[in-house]
């Protein structure tokens, strides 16, 4: 049908409609007021609407412009035309809408109009619309390309200023341990100098491998391998704990320390683990950041819930070189430092508070900030907590665990590295034990089966080794069919440290997991429980 047809009977519109039907795009026009009746569309505005025939657009349409647009958008549309008249009356006005063909498809359309008067029809709009949807999914195809191709080059920034500040900063602590090792080795004869050397050998090893665990931690929580392991222990003694590790630093820099823990008694359910984490970064940072000055430690209960659950408070607070307004903004992002180490002097990777926060919202907790610049930080942490209703004591060590056995046990040691056997040998003997080595799995299989049952009283198992791993010969020695091989203790000493690799020591019928570089004193306190229980 041709469009001139629909024009209203009485509208002069002849040479308007000839025009209108040459037009490359959609043409209508409809009155300003009242049911904003449509008086014209040509032919294109029909095909735009997937339409026929008039009946069918009059039909699909109600033939008004507000049937014309899709109803999520008709306010906002209005509003545009008549801001649009009241502000530029004489140009065109402008908006970009959806409609609803026939076939049930979603259209964009870019609508061009103006407000005319007439003599016959009063003020009417005449409008000029393209189907602008392919030309939409084009832009915004292309704006998602270029913010990809954007967050792909922030994220190269962010990583090249990544690798330059942990370059720095693990070079750093290298640099101490090689210069120091330099100087242990040509003053090997001079006791004072070389306990110096030691000491600070030490200091930088300590550093490197919390810059270390940091990296893996930030790793494992991205992935979504942290799980929270909560068991009952006394809240106030995993403060008092995690605080203990400070007191040599605080000490050191004699600074103040104000203690008020003020906690009910009784258990909570709680991870340690991850607790010490939290509260050990807020105190590292403390420390490393006051100069001088002190330090106050505060925890509270602020209530208890019928469902049994108790909401605690921990405060650090001291009174270092603070942060800038703008910085407490961003400092739980991974990898935020206000300054560089290589500027302050400060060593860090920026992940601490970034672990703190993520590791909070694991365990349902919270953490808030206030500071300022030159005169100090303090952070409040809040985490719920279940409360134990039976007595349970926490699982620990005994102290007597770590005193050396009185008889020589024997210990099989599996390392496939020189340099590390030398070191566990070197540790396992000086401590009481007698020691036997191999560097592979197959040969400690074969050890344990020639030797007669009870033979060795415990196996300190590496995992990453060439023939057979750690994994497989601990599942080869329960196989063997021996009295004793289902009851010997297997320890893994391996440098895989995270959750899950501790947890496939397990299923491979290990009995603990001791992750390298290890705590001596952790490492043969553990060892004398496992031969005590087994005797």
Known sequence: MNGATAAKEGVALALVTELAERTPGGFFIYQAYGEEKILYANDMVLDIFGCETWEEFQKLTGNTFPGMVHPDDLDAVQASIARQITEHRYNLDLVEY????????????DDSGRLVHTEDNGDVFYVLIWDITEKRRETAKQLKTQLALEREKELNAQKSAFLFNISHDIRTPMNAIMGFTSLAKRHRHEPELLRDYLDRIDESSHYLLALIDDLLEMSEIDCGQ???????CLLEQEIERTLEMFLPQIEEKRLALEKDIDL???????????????LGN???????????????LKARQKSVSASGYGRYAITVTDTGIGMSEEFLGRMYEAFEREVTSTKTGYLGTGLGLTIIRRLLDLMGGSIQAE????????FTVEIPLRLVVKDKK????????SKQPTTASRILLVEDIEVNRMLAEAILQEAGFAVES????????EAVRKRPPGYYDLVLMDIQMPVMNGYEATRAIRALKRPDTDRLPIIALSAN?????????MESGMNNHVAKPFDIAHLIATINNYIAENK
Do not use: M
């Open 371 to 378: 500071s300022v610049k030159g005169k100090g930080s303090s």
């Open 497 to 505: 440290a995270l959750p899950q690799d501790r947890a496939k020591s």
């Open 282 to 296: 807020l105190l590292n940072n403390a420390v490393k950041f006051t100069p001088q000055g002190k330090i106050t």
């Open 394 to 401: 926490p699982l620990s060590l005994s102290p007597e665990a």
């Open 438 to 445: 191999v560097v592979d799995g197959c040969d400690a299989v």
């Open 226 to 232: 942290v799980v929270i392991n909560p068991e009952a």
């Open 264 to 278: 009910p008694p009784g258990e909570v359910y709680l991870d340690p683990l991850r607790f010490r984490r939290i």
């Open 98 to 109: 959806r409609i609803k063909r026939k076939d049930g498809q979603i259209r964009w359309i």
